[in-house]
């Protein structure tokens, strides 16, 4: 199995600016742990999907392919990623889409090469989602646990635009992953989406602990020292 990132970037995002970030976050800090961890993986490879003009942006000269994309939006360019990953991936490719705020921790390439394993038809994050463990909502989530050699794994509600699918499963539910993206917003209704997948009979899982987190303050994935990295 290939594994192809769709890493999506660009110079500015008015729907992530308002985020609390941890003191030692940057978006380049979390290019650089990408590229750092998937380092003499052949079967890696590395696609930015940038939404505007990438002349000035780090991710320019860093030897990965850069594709220019008139979007303008979050919403727009996660469903622009999507045709383009259909285009390009072959039917033994792993598609990874990820946003441009999210740190790595070194192995977790096996580790979504396990979690695609388990269940075929799986979409799957790496993001052990920390909400899941503080909020009222989730207070009564029930979920089905699995195991693979480095990690184990459980079925959870939703995630964000950040996780990783086969191509035919993207084909088969391509209508309802761009429904919940082209809704007139700037960015993607992600939880609907997964409720509506769910329903549909497309598993989400994430792997406890994470390998990745979503670089947001109090959001963190839990255990993992993510400043260390």
């Not at 220019?68 to 360019?77: H, P």
């Not at 979504?112 to 503080?134: Q, R, T, W």
């Amino acid at each position: 199995m290939k594994l192809l990132i769709i890493n999506r970037h660009c110079n500015y995002s008015a729907i992530s600016a308002h985020k609390k970030r941890p003191s030692w976050f940057s978006r380049e800090k979390c290019f650089n742990n990408l590229l750092n961890t998937i380092k003499d993986r052949s079967e890696v490879s590395v696609h930015v999907l940038f939404d505007g003009d990438s002349s000035q942006h780090f991710t320019k000269s860093s030897g990965v392919l850069v594709k220019e994309i008139d979007a303008k939006s979050g919403a727009k360019s996660f469903i622009m990623s999507m045709d383009y990953a259909l285009e390009v991936a072959d039917d033994d490719t792993l598609i990874y889409f990820l946003e441009d705020d999210y740190m790595h921790v070194p192995g977790w390439v096996d580790v979504m090469f396990e979690g695609a394993s388990i269940v075929h038809d799986a979409y799957l994050s790496l993001y052990d989602h920390n909400d899941k463990y503080f909020l009222p909502q989730y207070a009564s989530l029930k979920s089905q646990i699995f195991t693979s050699p480095r990690c184990h794994w459980r079925t959870t509600p939703s995630t964000t635009d950040t996780f990783a699918i086969r191509p035919s499963t993207l084909k088969k539910h391509y209508n309802i992953m761009k429904k919940w993206s082209d809704i007139g917003l700037n960015y993607s209704q992600d939880h609907k989406r997964c409720l509506e997948l769910w329903d549909n009979g497309v598993p989400l899982i994430t792997s406890i602990p994470g390998f990745s987190t979503h670089c947001e303050e109090n959001l963190l994935s839990p255990v993992v020292n993510w400043s260390l990295l």
